[in-house]
């Protein structure tokens, strides 16, 4: 398998300010990640694919300026919520492919509060 | 989009009692995956059963798939009150894409 973490695990922020998500694979090199937006008592939503060294790919009604993608290293993907409103209050979930296998491995998710 | 649906979207059991979850999707796909959450957390890894294969088994869990008529199904077998949980389906299509059912949140009463 594959273990994925994310930092924080919980934030609380001001309505208009920026919040930085992390998600670290911590024991295999992750070209491909996936980022994924869950609202309370609600299914996964596919936000955007993280692609190590290029641009990411965004799900259609996902705004690329809002939700800043960065995959720079292969063990690292941020995902950066700008200019933060209460809408974008959500349980923000990670994963990556595990090696030779089609299994997602997830991290343990970020609960965003904005007030 | 969501392109799985599943039913039923509650389930209450008593310790015990097999349960069983179904899921259906709209498109062609490569496998079907099965996860659990519990709340507030990171969704955990159940099972891959890939689209030529028709039923799989780990432990006290088995998956059946029926691409013709583009439903699968989870079974849970003796359930534990630890078993509570959201269980989701998801299909994969390409480039390891998922895309996740609904959910069905199940309750197991000791």
């Known amino acids: 398998g594959a273990v994925v973490s994310q930092h924080p695990s919980r934030v609380i922020c001001k309505s208009g300010t920026s919040v930085k998500i992390e998600c670290r694979s911590l024991d295999f090199q992750a070209t491909t990640m996936f980022w994924y937006r869950q609202f309370p008592k609600q299914s996964l939503m596919l936000m955007a694919t993280s692609n190590e060294g290029s641009k990411a790919t965004y799900e259609q009604g996902v705004e690329k300026d809002k939700f800043l993608i960065n995959h720079a290293s292969l063990t690292l993907s941020t995902l950066t919520v700008t200019s933060a409103h209460p809408e974008d209050s959500s349980f923000y979930i990670c994963s990556t492919v595990g090696r030779g296998d089609y299994t997602q491995y997830f991290g343990p998710g970020t609960r965003l509060t904005v007030l | 989009s969501q392109q799985g649906e599943e039913d039923p979207q509650a389930l209450s059991i008593q310790e015990g009692e097999n349960a069983t979850m179904n899921c259906s999707y709209k498109t062609s796909i490569n496998n079907l995956q099965w996860y659990r959450q519990n709340s507030g957390r990171g969704l955990v890894h159940l099972i891959l059963i890939r689209s030529n294969e028709r039923e799989k088994h780990s432990g006290r869990l088995r998956v059946t798939l029926d691409t013709s008529k583009k439903s699968s199904s989870l079974l849970i077998t003796a359930s534990r009150a630890a078993d509570t949980a959201s269980y989701f389906c998801?299909?994969?299509?390409?480039?390891?894409?998922?895309?996740f059912g609904e959910g069905t949140q199940l309750t197991v009463n000791p």
């Open positions: 998801a299909t994969e299509t390409s480039g390891s894409r998922l895309t």
